[in-house]
């Protein structure tokens, strides 16, 4: 029997998404027979953690702290084992851009972009810049924060007018802002588990024009696919440039990759990574690991195992 801490709640925007991961995942623990612990991440955290003495923290964290490496590198400094990737890994996924930088860098298709710090606006006159990038992106373009996740303060500008008015919402959920080429086609999402793909899953949002904040968690209003209805080249191809991200990331236990089939092209670009994705009973991980006959307790077992020894 394993003492396991289940980290979750916390203070994101993504907090109650994570609670219902947390139960979920403490409900599995129970029943595998180990010996759990739910902490509500706040102020007490390392006080918790010192009272509980996991030999294991379960991280079912998202979003702001949880998934950036801050608690992380916490539970690094307190020696205490976790799940998922390390500290610089979830830095790298946590911020869009940086993670876009280095599948830039490694040849991994992800759509064109640029980025600027509220800084580039207020001190450096980038609205100048605009025109410019909006020649090249083309419209639509779509504004998003850098550092956000859940599909929360992502905007799509049709046309000039609408990118003052983007830059303003996302710039008021961090200081960082990504400008990005849209792509018109599927969603598709891989996820990864100790550095093998599992089946594509695609996302087809019901009703909304894109699949947003409200569609994702609501039961229903959203259709998952999974195994994606795609051709067997293109979901190989997803799983490859998965694992070819998960890589270069250098993510760890597991992670969910989310990607664009364009309609146009046929091209697969990654759009971003998720440390910690969702585990709850509408998430893609779960329903991917389902499909590739791996049940849940059996995934958070998994997930558990796979945590490393503390140095
Ligand atoms: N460049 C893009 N072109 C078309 N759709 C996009 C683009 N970027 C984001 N989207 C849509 O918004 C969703 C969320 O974007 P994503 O970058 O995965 O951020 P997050 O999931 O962290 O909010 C995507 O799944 C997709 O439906
Ligand atoms: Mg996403």
């Not at 990118?163 to 996302?170: D, F, I, K, N, Y």
């Not at 899953?201 to 904040?213: K, S």
């Not at 092209?265 to 791996?294: F, K, M």
Request: with cysteine.
């Amino acid at each position: 029997m394993t003492r396991v801490a289940v980290l979750k709640g916390g203070r994101s925007l993504e907090r109650q998404v994570s609670l219902k991961s947390g139960a979920r995942v403490q409900d599995a623990l129970e029943r595998l027979g180990h010996d759990v612990v739910g902490i509500d991440v706040g102020h007490d955290l390392v006080a918790r953690l010192r009272d509980a003495v996991p030999d294991v923290a379960f991280v079912a964290l998202h979003g702001r702290d949880g998934e950036d490496g801050t608690v992380q590198e916490l539970l690094e400094a307190l020696g205490v084992r976790y799940t998922g990737s390390g500290v610089s890994a979830c830095i790298r996924c946590a911020d869009k851009v940086l993670a876009k930088h280095h599948m830039r860098d490694a040849q991994i298709p992800t759509p064109d972009f640029f980025a600027f710090t509220e800084t580039a606006f207020k001190q450096l006159g980038a609205a100048d810049a605009l025109p410019a990038i909006e020649q090249r992106l083309r419209f639509p373009i779509v504004v998003k924060p850098a550092g956000q996740g859940s599909a929360l303060g992502i905007k799509f500008a049709a046309t000039p007018a609408d990118v003052p008015g983007a830059l303003v919402a996302a710039f008021s959920y961090g200081d960082k802002v990504l400008l990005e080429r849209h792509v018109r086609g599927r969603d598709l999402a891989v996820s990864v588990l100790a550095g093998e793909a599992l089946p594509v899953v695609e996302a087809i949002p019901r009703e909304e024009d894109f699949y947003d904040f409200e569609a994702r968690y609501e039961i229903g209003r959203t259709d998952f696919v999974c195994p994606a209805q795609v051709a067997d080249e293109v979901a190989e191809r997803a799983q490859e440039l998965a694992l070819a991200v998960w890589e270069v990331l250098g993510c760890a236990g597991f992670a969910r990759v989310d990607l664009m089939l364009e309609e146009s092209t046929g091209e697969l670009t990654v759009l971003e990574v998720n440390a910690i994705p969702g585990l709850t009973e509408t998430s893609l991980l779960p329903q991917a690991a389902d499909a590739a006959g791996i049940a849940f307790d059996e995934l958070i077992e998994r997930i558990v195992a796979l945590a490393p020894a503390v140095a």
